[in-house]
């Protein structure tokens, strides 16, 4: 896909530089095939590096229950497990919060069995229409658990990109997550996913990549800020049945 903003040719010379990197996708104790997991650990990941991710992870899965007392817990109460100087704190525990309880909502259980059935068209729209769901975090989720093809991107890539001459202007993370989608083929999307996170990985490590992104982040021509409203979840009733009780999502096995 051209766009005059992209240059495709700088793009595939800069995954071969970092091809080998080690950068792993998901830490070790999370499965592809647990899409509430992926979910989680991805809103952890946006505008932040492997190594934070992880640790944050680890962090909620050994002072939570399971994903659904992540869920009906305060973004306050995450906040002091994960850490308050974690990068973009309050969107992201926010973003989890609402994922996770729309998904609830719509089908009474923390799972996404009910795609299991469903072609990539519907899994992709069912994922995107998840009430807070984010773009990143969504892409992520339908290439590493359900095989859709889709490349992430957030501001710290975009200004990565930028920097390294890749892309001639900061864009837009959908803007350039949509140009990832349509330059890389699918059968190539996980090697470049690993070599990106591990370009932004290498950025974090030499102490630039929160420099950069206010330096380059692109600029909104509306920016809408969400305020954070520390209520308790009401559960709401199924209409025509009896209401279930949550389904244990059991903890990551480490």
């Known amino acids: 896909m051209k766009h005059k903003w992209a240059n495709p040719t700088k793009l595939g010379a800069f995954v071969k530089k970092h091809k080998n990197a080690e950068s792993p996708l998901l830490p070790d104790f999370i499965r592809p095939r647990d899409p509430v997991a992926v979910m989680v650990h991805s809103w952890l990941l946006w505008e932040a590096s492997t190594e934070q991710a992880e640790q944050a992870m680890r962090k909620l899965l050994d002072a939570f229950v399971d994903y659904n007392e992540i869920r009906v817990s305060l973004p306050h109460e995450k906040a002091t497990v994960v850490g308050k100087r974690y990068p973009r704190l309050e969107e992201r525990l926010h973003g989890i919060r609402r994922t996770l309880h729309s998904l609830y909502l719509s089908r009474h259980t923390l799972s996404f069995d009910h795609l299991a059935e469903k072609g990539k068209r519907d899994i992709k729209s069912d994922i995107e229409s998840l009430d807070g769901m984010h773009p990143f975090v969504a892409a992520r989720m339908l290439r590493l658990s359900f095989d859709v093809h889709a490349l992430p991107a957030d501001d710290q890539l975009s200004a990565l990109l930028f920097e390294h001459g890749i892309i001639d ?4 993370p959908d803007q ?30 030499k102490g630039v990549m929160s420099k950069l992104v206010r330096k380059h982040r692109p600029t909104r021509s509306v920016e809408v800020e969400e305020e954070i409203v520390e209520e308790e979840i009401v559960e709401e009733e199924p209409k025509k049945t009896p209401a279930k009780a949550p389904a244990k999502i059991g903890r990551a096995h480490v």
Do not use: H, N, T, Y
């Not at 997550?177 to 996913?193: E, P, Q």
């Open 169 to 172: 202007e900061p864009v837009d």
């Open 176 to 205: 350039l997550s949509s140009w990832l989608g349509g330059a890389i083929k699918s059968d190539d999307a996980v090697d470049v996913m690993v070599a990106l996170q591990a370009a932004v990985d290498d950025a974090w490590g």
